[in-house]
């Protein structure tokens, strides 16, 4: 059996933005510079919109519904059972993360493992994490060290 090629530069970034901004219009959601997990309403209607069927035979993707122009930094974070994170903004740039393991409570949401979560810049945000800790994943678009 031939394996099958696909083309990951299909579009651009801007026409891959296009598509997000269309997807978030027609699903409803209400994205404009509030925080948005993978929990919220209208979120599934956005991310089935937003499947993707440029992939290889095995594998499914979607795009998530926000994105974030600019330069990023990453990071992992692991946290105990029942830590908070205080009440913070981060002020120079969005930033989104993945939940990798276990789980964190965020406006009555429990996010867990595959979930995420976009803050927007300057949003001031706090969580707790779940009773098992945490394994987070973090891309921001500043230096959060």
């Known amino acids: ?12 970034f801007e026409q891959g933005v296009e598509r997000i901004k269309n997807a978030v219009r027609e699903s409803g959601l ?19 919109l937003l499947e993707v069927d440029n992939v290889p035979p095995g594998f499914r993707k979607w795009q998530l519904p926000v994105y974030m122009a600019c330069e990023s930094q990453l990071y992992i974070t692991v946290a105990e059972p029942g830590a908070h994170a205080s009440p913070h903004s981060h002020n120079d740039g969005a930033g989104i993360r993945f939940i990798a393991g276990g ?40 230096s959060c060290a």
Do not use: H
Not at 1 to 12: H, V
């Open 1 to 12: 059996m031939a394996q099958q090629t696909f083309d990951p530069n299909r579009l651009t």
């Open 103 to 142: 789980s964190i409570v965020y406006n009555g949401y429990e996010l867990t493992a595959g979930d995420w979560m976009y803050i927007p810049a300057g949003t001031e945000y706090s969580f707790e994490v779940g009773r098992y800790g945490a394994l987070m994943c973090y891309c921001y678009c500043c």
């Open 30 to 48: 209400k994205a404009e510079g509030r925080i948005i997990t993978s929990r919220d309403e209208g979120v599934e209607k956005a991310i089935k």
